[in-house]
């Protein structure tokens, strides 16, 4: 960290950030990578004058995206599941029989507990949204539910179990990162998690309820037409099968994504013995593009694809670059030894914790790092007021694990927004236990209710 970095300095060119981003998405209303781009540009602008030579500003930016190169691989082998299981039936099926079971106005609490239940026993919000998140998809398209609402259930539904679940590598992360017993950190965070979780139930009861939903006619039609150009059999979810199992004995994610893939590619020629390699590949590299006649099936079907990934791709590349460069520089660090005679009393420093888990999130759009830099910051302060470090590893879950859905150009909302087909923006408003788990954190901090004390000695 340059020495003549001062902390008001700092909190300006932060705020300008997180300003320039703010109103480029919400007021512009425009893509949010050359924002992202004109971030780095003053930062770098920021850093040099104030003494930082450029071969640390370029290996900032680079280290940001080499620790990234794990969710770039992880949304490469997603643009292949989707299309995959797109050409192999196994989205079509799943979206036949859904479209029977589920109504248009219990989608969202159906969506919700769906999803809980499988990232429960994945541990993963990633695997969820890709595998049933994106059939829940195809079904509220056809059913007629909003999209946005139906795509914060599932959002909602996948980060509880990423949370919750003892398989869970952001949990195991949290409470690993500053030496807590896992299992009484997610027995810790239920005080937060579940009665967002009951509020959120709640909210989609009421709303599911006046969402409007697509005719028997439409629906008819929707199954006669999937039935026409897809092999509807129970063989075309092998690979899902596949994937849940191997995702459910903790194999690493993208080695399970690629057997998902392989095995809808075998499926694919077992059902549909009419395409060729070379149609195959160019599905793997362009996404599903067939005509059915029925505009709204086609919106749902042509879906994955390595090249509309892209998008995603090289907004996060940018994000994860900008990242890596204020972590270079020790911007956060510098705050936080400003602001240290603030952090006495237990409510501020829960509430500063928090604020550092989402200015992480703002700042580098990385989930990882809004667990890592609050707990290696803040663990001493913790120690040094008696203040039990379990409520750090909550709050480090709930202002990092849970926020980061909700910053559109994050890894979490890129992938969100990529899986799903809806933008971060359309699903933020209806992902509601995502910011209700948050302000319980707040409100227990400030009235020392549902706070864990250390044990005397």
């Known amino acids: 960290m340059n020495q003549r970095m001062k902390a008001p300095a ?3 060119l932060l705020v300008l950030i997180v300003a320039i981003m703010f109103s480029s998405l919400v007021l ?35 280290a940001g995206i080499v620790n990234g190169i794990q969710p770039l691989m992880l949304l490469f082998m997603i643009s292949f599941v989707i299309a995959s299981w797109m050409m192999s039936g196994a989205v079509p099926t799943l979206l036949y029989y859904g479209m029977g079971f589920i109504k248009p106005e219990w989608f969202a609490i159906s ?17 969820t949204a890709s595998t049933v998140g994106v059939a829940l998809m195809g079904i509220a398209h056809a059913l007629g539910v909003n999209p946005g609402l139906a795509a914060g259930a599932i959002v909602c ?36 998690t579940v009665p967002a979780l009951i509020i959120t139930a709640i909210i989609f009861v009421f709303v599911g309820h006046h969402s409007s939903g697509a005719s028997l006619d439409q629906l008819t039609e929707m199954k006669r037409v999937l039935g026409s150009h897809f092999t509807i059999t129970l063989w075309t979810l092998l690979s899902p099968l596949c994937v849940m199992i191997l995702a459910f004995r903790k194999v690493s994610i993208i080695p399970t994504l690629m057997i998902g893939v392989v095995t809808a590619i075998v499926t694919t020629f077992f059902v549909n013995d009419t395409l060729t390699l070379s149609q195959i590949i160019n599905t793997l590299q362009n996404g599903l593009q067939m005509k059915t006649g029925n505009v709204a099936v086609d919106a749902i079907i042509n879906k994955g694809g390595l090249l509309p990934m892209m998008w995603s791709v090289s907004l996060i ?16 660090d510098l705050l936080l030894k400003s602001a240290g005679g603030a952090m006495k009393k237990t409510g501020h420093l829960i509430a500063m914790t928090a604020a550092t888990g989402l200015g992480v999130n703002l700042l580098t759009g990385e989930m990882y790092l809004s667990i890592l830099l609050p707990g290696q910051s803040f663990k001493k ?8 470090l379990l409520n750090l590893s909550r709050t480090m879950e709930d202002a990092g694990t849970l926020i ?6 994050s890894v979490s909302g890129a992938f969100f927004a ?3 087909g809806v933008s971060a923006l359309d699903y933020i408003p209806f992902a509601f236990l995502l910011y209700l788990s948050p302000l319980f954190t707040l409100i227990y901090g400030y009235t020392g209710i549902g706070l864990a004390s250390n044990e005397k000695k």
């Open 10 to 12: 700092v909190v300006l």
């Open 28 to 62: 512009l209303k425009v893509e949010p990578h050359i924002p992202l781009f004109f971030c780095i540009m003053i930062t770098s602008i920021f850093a040099l004058v104030s003494g930082v030579k450029w071969k640390q500003i370029e290996k900032g930016l680079i």
């Open 111 to 127: 969506a919700l507990f769906i999803t809980i239940l499988v990232s429960t026993f994945t541990g993963s919000s990633f695997t």
């Open 157 to 192: 539904g996948a980060c509880f179990g990423d949370k919750m679940s003892p398989l869970s590598d952001s949990t195991n992360l949290a409470s690993g990162t500053i030496g807590v017993n896992l299992f009484n950190h997610i027995r810790h965070m239920m005080w937060t």
């Open 317 to 332: 590349m940018i994000a994860l670059a900008l990242g890596g460069l204020l972590q270079s520089l020790g911007l956060l």
């Open 381 to 388: 302060y913790y120690e040094q007021h008696n203040v039990s």
């Open 404 to 409: 980061n859905p909700l910053v559109p150009w």
């Open 418 to 420: 990529a899986t799903l």
